[in-house]
């Protein structure tokens, strides 16, 4: 398990971050927070929460999923002169169709750098099929492909660099908005990739406790946040069996993962108002030839560059 390593300081970057613009807690970061986004109504329908085996479960299933609110939040705080969404897609995570999604709303085009591959993903593919300008690049890690995706936007006037997990202010701005609009539970459950939701949903509600489940990488200083955090022994790439999934529509790589310890908390604190925030639903392209028609492997680009040569 490659994601077990994590830094535990109890600290929130999103609210430690703006000791200079006054904020010393939660508390404040929440009326900070919510001042960001005091101009802006989520277009999307309202969220839903129903009951799972005694669970509140958020259902941003029903949407193309959670990042479509915090993205709306952001993106329509863009000026007009920008018409070029710039964002990394790796081979899982909704956060592409996300910002698709909320991008034909703006009438703005979106450009997608990928990791190379020998086959794109599902969810690459559903990308690419929903109206995604995109390319490949190989790597060794994300973060160097989101170091090229930002060098491409900022060469561009006309284009903006969304960072890996949609990490914005602006973003987190949307999120503690919308979640102050449901009743604070006591407990709270998520799964973790960035931590963008979650120190959110810790923000929104100061008075939770909450329990991260991580099942893609080792969580950096003030990514986890004040509370606790476990990790899924499964690889990121790794999906729950169908006999694990839970009983509404879920990420088998993803939110899925979260929902057993969840479930076992709640039997084992029957007396606690639980809730578990599901992101979205899995997403797959409507035509299946895709995956054979788009070349997505690329040699390292120094040896392109010497071929060249």
Known sequence: MAHN???IDYTNKDVSNLLMEGVYDRHDAKEYYLNLAKDWTD???APVVKVHE????LRDDLLVGSKVRGGDCLISSLPE???TLVYCQPRFGLAGVSILDVAKRHNKKVMLWMPSSKRISP???ACIERGAEYDFLRIAAMPNLNAHAKKWADERDNAYFIPLGLKHEMVTAGFVKIASQIPEPQDVWTVLSTGVLHRSLQI???NATF???AVARNM???EVGHDRIISHPLAFTQGLKEKDMPPFPCIAEYDAKGWAPAVQFKKDNPDRDVLFWNVGNEVAPEDETIYDNINSYRDWLKNEQNTED
């Open 211 to 213: 329990h991260g489940v």
């Open 43 to 45: 277009p999307n329908p």
């Open 204 to 206: 929104a509600w100061p």
């Open 220 to 222: 950096k200083a003030g």
């Open 123 to 125: 969810h690459q593919a």
């Open 81 to 83: 002169s920008i018409d």
């Open 54 to 57: 005694g669970v509140r479960v």
């Open 5 to 7: 390593k994590h830094v």
